[in-house]
T-cell receptor, first 116, second 114 residues
Framework: KAGVTQTPRYLIKTRGQQVTLSCSPISGHRSVSWYQQTPGQGLQFLFEYFSETQRNKGNFPGRFSGRQFSNSRSEMNVSTLELGDSALYLC???????????????FGAGSRLTVL | DQQVKQNSPSLSVQEGRISILNCDYTNSMFDYFLWYKKYPAEGPTFLISISSIKDKNEDGRFTVFLNKSAKHLSLHIVPSQPGDSAVYFCAASGIGQGAQKLVFGQGTRLTINP
């Protein structure tokens, strides 16, 4: 069965531009999460969506936003890009619907964003 | 505020020996802990998890130990194989609203030498 698919895999933008990243979760997974990975910082939680609703949001500025569609596909958008936004953006999906049990996430390969 | 910490950025182990990766946390409300492995140009892959009510969980060559009083967990890989060379992340999840996200450590790069 297909895994989590993220597009594009690589992109280069300049400061001030905006970017949209796309994520297709595993079929049947309704929860989609986004994480930012930068060197030395591990993975930082951005937000999580379930059934088109944002259930949780990390400590990122309002320039970072996301949405989920009725087919569970998700997009995240970063506006007014800054140099510090250069990172690997990882999308993950989960079969879990509630809040009990281990939240095992299946990650995509990520979208590597470089801001010049 | 780094709630999950992996204090060793790197670890080198000889093939066939035991690899021990460590992780410390500060939030006593975490109820599950997970370990992920990441190869270059790939997303993290789930390895093993442990509930906060357990102190050990084993899956093949991988065993995770949890010491709640010390707020410490460790991943043991026995025997270590060259394919285990990767970056390992520990992660934790809370309860209620906190259950929707994983809090990750910074990662430890494990190198298995032949």
């Amino acid at each position: 069965k297909a895994g989590v698919t993220q597009t594009p895999r690589y992109l280069i933008k300049t400061r001030g531009q905006q970017v949209t990243l796309s994520c297709s979760p595993i079929s049947g997974h309704r929860s989609v999460s986004w994480y930012q990975q930068t060197p030395g910082q591990g993975l930082q939680f951005l937000f999580e969506y379930f059934s088109e609703t944002q259930r949780n949001k990390g400590n990122f500025p309002g320039r970072f936003s996301g949405r989920q569609f009725s087919n569970s596909r998700s997009e995240m958008n970063v506006s007014t890009l800054e140099l510090g936004d250069s990172a690997l953006y990882l999308c993950a999906s989960s079969l879990r619907t509630g809040t009990t049990g281990a939240n095992v996430l299946t990650f995509g390969a990520g979208s590597r964003l470089t801001v010049l | 505020d780094q709630q999950v910490k992996q204090n060793s950025p790197s670890l080198s182990v000889q093939e066939g020996r035991i690899s021990i990766l460590n992780c410390d946390y500060t939030n006593s409300m975490f109820d599950y802990f997970l370990w992920y492995k990441k190869y270059p140009a790939e997303g993290p892959t789930f390895l093993i998890s442990i509930s906060s009510i357990k102190d050990k969980n084993e899956d093949g060559r991988f065993t995770v130990f949890l010491n709640k009083s010390a707020k410490h967990l460790s991943l043991h890989i026995v025997p270590s194989q060259p394919g285990d060379s990767a970056v390992y992340f520990c992660a934790a999840s809370g309860i209620g609203q906190g259950a929707q996200k994983l809090v990750f450590g910074q990662g430890t790069r494990l190198t298995i030498n032949p």
